[in-house]
């Protein structure tokens, strides 16, 4: 199979917000959330192929294999779409997006990260990450979409994320919400329920159940994480959604 026999989409250059911003365990995703830059145009395959006839394709034309920014980009333009219960896989691999190139390349953190896929349900991609060989792929997230790139390669000196997260504010901001919605709750509430005995005796026990209920919260709620954006070639972070002018 050839370019020819695949029906394609023109996406335009633009930029794209992906990731999530949001810590907490059931709701959040994999982070952080961030601005990719796409500074050239692309055709993205109008439908996804089967994963290991497009690696053959790869492997014999100028084709590649689709980056997560640039699925994202032509998805928010709705320039494709997708059956409900599907899955397709992307050619990007990790467990966060710290070190990301955000130029529209694809990001492979290390052999052993988790695929990123997209998921249709209702009309929508969810995204997900899976753990699998992608030689030997379920048939359920064996498919992928193909692009032909109009430009002559990647920058050597790409923006990117940092490395790593800033490991100090999180402590601080855990310990922060340990203290406010965890233990100080706890004294106060031993306060009007309890006799001073209790508190005296069982102030320990008082510090461990704050503790383990600020980290039950994890589940539901942490604080909203800065976006990465794209500010005169650099990634600068800053609160909320909305690029500032």
């Known amino acids: 199979m050839d370019n020819t026999q695949i029906p394609w989409?023109?996406?335009?250059?633009?930029?794209?917000?992906?990731?999530?911003?949001?810590?907490?365990?059931?709701?959040?995703?994999?982070?952080?959330?961030?601005?990719?830059?796409?500074?050239?145009?692309?055709?993205i395959s109008e439908l996804p192929l089967d994963f290991k006839e497009a690696v053959r394709i790869v492997e014999d034309t100028e084709m590649e294999l689709v980056s997560e920014?640039?699925?994202?980009?032509?998805?928010?333009?709705?320039?494709?779409?997708?059956?409900?219960?599907?899955?397709?896989?992307?050619?990007?691999?990790?467990q966060d997006f710290w070190g990301k190139p955000c130029d529209g390349r694809p990001f492979v953190k290390d052999r052993n990260s988790p695929q990123i896929i997209r998921r249709w349900k209702s009309g929508l991609a969810d995204s997900l990450t899976v753990f699998t060989h992608r030689e030997s792929a379920k048939p359920e997230y064996g498919r992928?979409?193909?692009?032909?790139?109009?430009?002559?390669?990647?920058?050597?000196?790409?923006?990117?994320?940092?490395?790593?997260?800033?490991?100090?504010?999180?402590?601080?901001?855990?310990?922060?919400?340990?203290?406010?919605?965890g233990v100080f709750p706890s004294f106060v509430w031993a306060s009007f329920n309890a006799s001073?005995?209790?508190?005296?005796?069982?102030?320990?026990?008082?510090?461990?159940?704050?503790?383990?209920?600020?980290?039950?919260?994890?589940?539901?709620?942490?604080?909203?994480?800065?976006?990465?954006?794209?500010?005169?070639?650099q990634m600068i972070p800053r609160k909320g959604e909305n690029k500032p002018n």
């Open 69 to 94: 920014s640039e699925w994202q980009l032509a998805y928010s333009r709705g320039l494709i779409s997708g059956i409900d219960g599907t899955s397709e896989l992307l050619a990007d691999a990790a």
């Open 144 to 181: 992928i979409r193909l692009v032909i790139r109009e430009h002559s390669g990647w920058s050597s000196n790409p923006s990117i994320i940092p490395e790593k997260r800033n490991t100090t504010s999180i402590f601080m901001e855990e310990v922060l919400i340990c203290l406010f919605v």
């Open 9 to 43: 989409v023109v996406v335009e250059s633009g930029s794209i917000l992906v990731g999530s911003n949001d810590r907490s365990i059931l709701f959040g995703g994999t982070g952080p959330r961030h601005e990719v830059n796409i500074d050239y145009s692309f055709r």
């Open 196 to 233: 001073p005995e209790y508190i005296y005796e069982g102030w320990l026990n008082l510090i461990l159940g704050g503790i383990f209920f600020s980290i039950f919260t994890m589940l539901f709620w942490r604080p909203k994480q800065p976006t990465w954006y794209y500010e005169s070639g």
